[in-house]
């Protein structure tokens, strides 16, 4: 099996699309509102490749707004302008020479955001007989996301919950973590970062008792794959660049390995049984598929493929049962015998247009729980029976919110999850009312419940982790560096490991205390030139091949996609993430296909155009 780097890239685009969204918030309502449309007429010029780079960032860091303008004619602007939070700008070109308006020139707009805020936009030109614009359909584009941190201070923590104390803090730089794992005597611990896996005793903290290094893998970027770890620390398995590995906690040179894009990963409590959710190539097939092995060889004893990526997988404690959900436009919770790619469970579709972010399955595998990411039907949390696709229960605020931390109790006896807004739920699994709630000030996408149901522990976008006591309602918080992204309680409930990094707060609007504050900005992040990174994986920017050339706009649409992906992944270690825009609401594109349920906005589909696959909810 042979993934090629087009392949892989452009496949984890496709993958990880449907998480890629800009909801907007009740106080984040565009500057003017609905934009009334411009008639259109034979004489219009074009305005297309929009976007802003980068695309998230920091504060004080430089961010350029870019269109190219083309006219059929060959017919200069009377103008070009960027409408930038209702304030009418004009634009200069990128090369000031450029002036083959009929091919298309390019021009740009650099700003440097000092608060955390959003900022909405569109583009405008008149060729003085015509008149079009850009980045909107009905309100303007929103962009870039912004954070006070550049997640520099990446680490990987331990929380001694019995005093509620931050015992262990390894640095990890720039490297996010993209998963830590407690055995459940809690004398191991393993973590994933961007390009590292490491492997700790407790009692000895240290230094790593061994790592392992990806080679290929760069800083910054996507953190799916993950880590987990059998019982009693012997045996864990990590995914990493391209690769799912397998390791004995001996030695850092793994037992066996399998290629593939991993999303997510998992292994039995016993050790004998692993499965992941994974990106696959075979020849020039490209599948998304859930993966299932025994602990003696790479060769899975089955697969289940589907025309979706699966956000997250888990399994009984002997392996017997497997658990995973999908992303748009699947949107479904499965449940495997470990026995058979059959499934056992195979739900309806549990959201209107979003992924079905989370499952979470108890000990004996006899109830799986799901949570949805928002908007139209979804649920903080659902609860099915390994015997019926039917829930037994539903539990939804009325919020519509991102759902992206879920625990459960082996006993299978309470749930606990948290959204994006902050809301947490200690649930027991026999009914859908919570038995406590809290309210924390912090986008929540980490969680993880003691095997005994008395803690919860959940971090998000305020740098903190909340260790909530189940019993008496209390509330602790514990300070690290930069955003919680992943948490696991031992199952002995003695500890508590953190990881940091951003990816999950990433494309959409979070609670921060720092939104509106003012930054000086003494000095400008200046990020690396677009075209640069584009020459370091060689991308060519065709971002001006003939309107009439079909091969050339799906070439155009693909180099975006591709340089979309590559820019997360930049060999400058140095550098502060960036990314560019996915292809736009007014990029051309055959991709679109209104009645395929999966909402596409950046290709122009609507609740007004395509009802059946856009809610217009988050």
């Not at 695309?55 to 083309?70: D, K, L």
């Not at 593939?260 to 039995?268: E, F, G, Q, R, Y």
């Amino acid at each position: 099996m042979k993934l090629t780097k087009h392949y892989i890239l452009i496949f984890l685009f496709i993958c990880f699309f449907s998480l890629f969204a800009f909801p907007i918030f009740s106080e984040d309502k565009p500057v003017g509102g609905v934009i009334p449309k411009l008639p259109k007429t034979a004489d219009d010029p074009e305005l297309f490749n929009n976007f802003v780079y980068p695309n998230w960032g920091p504060v004080c860091q430089r961010y350029q707004y870019m269109v190219t303008y083309r006219d059929r004619l060959g017919r200069a602007p009377k103008y070009m302008r960027i409408i930038f939070n209702g304030r009418s700008i004009e634009m200069e070109k990128l090369n000031t020479k450029d002036n083959n308006y009929k091919q298309g020139v390019t021009y740009v707009y650099r700003f440097v955001p000092n608060k955390i805020d959003s900022n909405f936009y569109y583009f405008e030109t008149s060729n003085g007989k015509g008149k079009t614009r850009a980045a909107i359909i009905d309100s303007p584009d929103n962009g870039p996301v912004l954070f006070e941190s550049s997640f520099k201070n990446n680490e990987i923590g331990l929380i001694e919950l019995k005093t509620g104390k931050k015992i262990f803090s390894f640095p990890t730089g720039a490297e996010w973590v993209g998963g830590v794992a407690l055995s459940d005597n809690g004398q191991y611990l393993a973590a994933k970062t961007s390009k590292h896996i490491y492997f700790f005793e407790t009692k000895n903290l240290d230094k790593p008792v061994w790592q392992y290094e990806c080679q290929q893998c760069q800083i910054g970027g996507d953190m799916s794959g993950g880590i987990d770890i059998s019982a009693d620390g012997s045996k864990i398995i990590a995914g990493i660049g391209n690769k799912i590995l397998f390791f004995d906690k001996s030695s850092n040179k793994p037992l066996w390995q399998y290629q593939a894009m991993p999303l997510a990963v998992a292994i039995s409590k016993n050790g004998k049984y692993l499965a992941a959710g994974a990106a696959s190539s075979e020849g020039k097939k490209q599948t998304n598929v859930l993966l299932f092995w025994n602990e003696n060889s790479e060769k899975p004893l089955w697969q289940y493929e589907t025309d979706s990526n699966f956000h997250d997988v888990t399994l009984s404690a002997e392996g017997t049962f497997v658990a995973a959900s999908t992303g748009c436009p699947d949107r479904r919770g499965y449940i495997f015998s470990k026995d058979s790619n059959k499934p056992l469970v195979k739900s309806e579709r549990l959201t209107y247009d979003s992924p079905v972010s989370r499952s979470k399955i108890s000990s004996d595998g006899r109830i799986t729980a799901f949570s949805t990411e928002g908007g139209p039907d979804s649920s903080v949390a659902l609860l099915f029976s390994k015997d019926s696709p039917l829930p037994l229960w539903k539990f939804d605020n009325q919020k519509r919110n991102s759902s992206r931390a879920l625990g459960i109790t082996p006993d299978g006896k309470y749930i606990a999850a948290a959204t994006m807004a902050g809301d947490v739920y200690f649930i027991e699994t026999k009914n859908n009312l919570p038995l406590k709630g809290w309210q924390v000030n912090s986008s929540i996408g980490a969680l993880d419940i003691s095997d005994d149901g008395k803690i919860i522990v959940v971090g998000g976008t305020d740098n903190q982790a909340y260790l909530l006591n189940t019993k008496t309602g209390e509330k602790q918080a514990v300070k690290f560096n930069e955003f919680i992204g992943t948490v696991d309680i031992s199952g002995n409930g003695q500890y508590a490991a953190i990881g940091t990094g951003g990816a999950v707060y990433f494309f959409e609007s979070y609670i921060t205390g720092s939104r509106g504050k003012i930054f000086p900005c003494a000095t400008v992040i200046e990020p690396p030139p677009r075209d640069q990174i584009m020459q370091n994986f060689g991308v060519k920017d065709d971002a001006r091949l003939p309107e009439k050339d079909f091969l050339g706009k799906i070439k155009r649409f693909f180099n975006q996609i591709y340089y979309f992906i590559v820019s997360r992944f930049s060999k400058n270690q140095n550098y502060q993430p960036g990314i560019n825009a996915p292809p736009t609401k007014n990029q051309e594109s055959t991709s679109a296909v209104c009645g395929n349920n999966m909402c596409e906005p950046d290709f122009g589909e609507t609740r007004e155009n395509c009802q059946k696959d856009c809610s217009g909810g988050d």
